[in-house]
Antibody, heavy 112, light 112 residues
Framework: EVQLVESGGGLVQPGRSMKLSCAAS????????MAWVRQAPTKGLEWVAT????????YYRDSVKGRFTISRDNAKSTLYLQMNSLRSEDTATYYC?????WGQGVMVTVSS | DVVMTQTPVSLSVSLGGQTSISCRSS???????????LYWYLQKPGQSPQLLIY???NRFSGVPDRFSGSGSGTDFTLKISRVEPEDLGVYYC?????????FGAGTKLELK
């Protein structure tokens, strides 16, 4: 059974950093590209970043480019999202996804 | 960015009834590889999104045949027949043909 389990969320002050993790199981992690998608409270879904199966290619939405870094450790079957210079508008539930499969999401609240 | 316009914003249906959701893109979603990367997701209350349809008309594993997707180019439709209580939630269309990937704003399906 495919499982994606996010961790690392919480409350953080504007301008600070936070790192999300997504532990994958039930499939060969190193064979798949992965992505982060977020959802602000009461809002719709918004793609954040994608990484290729081997980590050689990464893509970001403009609003996070230069602040967020997506990465992966295939030996640990884990996806990461390093978020720096956080803003109030980054407040959202962050989902790790393989397209057809999604984690349960982790809440990130940026507030002073 | 490709804008995905979903209509209607909300739908009220009777159990056992039939309904459809429209999704129009601001650019053709036909990729240079010949595929059309148009997907439909359902997000039930308090849950992560779940994939219903991939590449316009293919039902994902375990999705009932009450759900069907159709369309081409810039115009796509999700049809739901014999609506059941478990179908309630917010439906999103999503395009993965062009970067950045984009979602529609969602269509909320409620019971009449």
């Amino acid at each position: 059974e495919v499982q994606l389990v996010e961790s690392g969320g919480g409350l953080v002050q504007p301008g600070r950093s936070m790192k999300l993790s997504c532990a994958a199981s039930g499939f060969t992690f190193s064979n798949y590209g992965m992505a982060w998608v977020r959802q602000a409270p009461t809002k719709g879904l918004e793609w954040v970043a994608t990484i290729s199966y081997d980590g050689s290619s990464t893509y970001y939405r403009d609003s996070v480019k230069g602040r967020f870094t997506i990465s992966r450790d295939n030996a640990k079957s884990t996806l990461y999202l390093q978020m720096n210079s956080l803003r109030s508008e980054d407040t959202a539930t962050y989902y790790c996804t393989r397209g057809a499969y999604w984690g349960q999401g982790v809440m990130v609240t940026v507030s002073s | 960015d490709v804008v995905m316009t979903q209509t209607p914003v909300s739908l009220s249906v009777s159990l056992g009834g039939q309904t459809s959701i429209s999704c129009r893109s601001s650019q053709s979603l036909v990729h240079s590889d010949g595929n059309t990367y148009l997907y439909w997701y359902l997000q039930k209350p308090g849950q992560s999104p779940q994939l219903l349809i991939y590449k316009v008309s293919n039902r994902f594993s375990g999705v009932p045949d009450r759900f069907s997707g159709s369309g081409s180019g810039t115009d796509f439709t999700l049809k739901i027949s014999r609506v059941e209580p478990e179908d309630l939630g917010v439906y999103y269309c999503y395009q993965g043909t062009h970067y950045p990937p984009t979602f529609g704003a969602g269509t909320k399906l409620e019971l009449k």
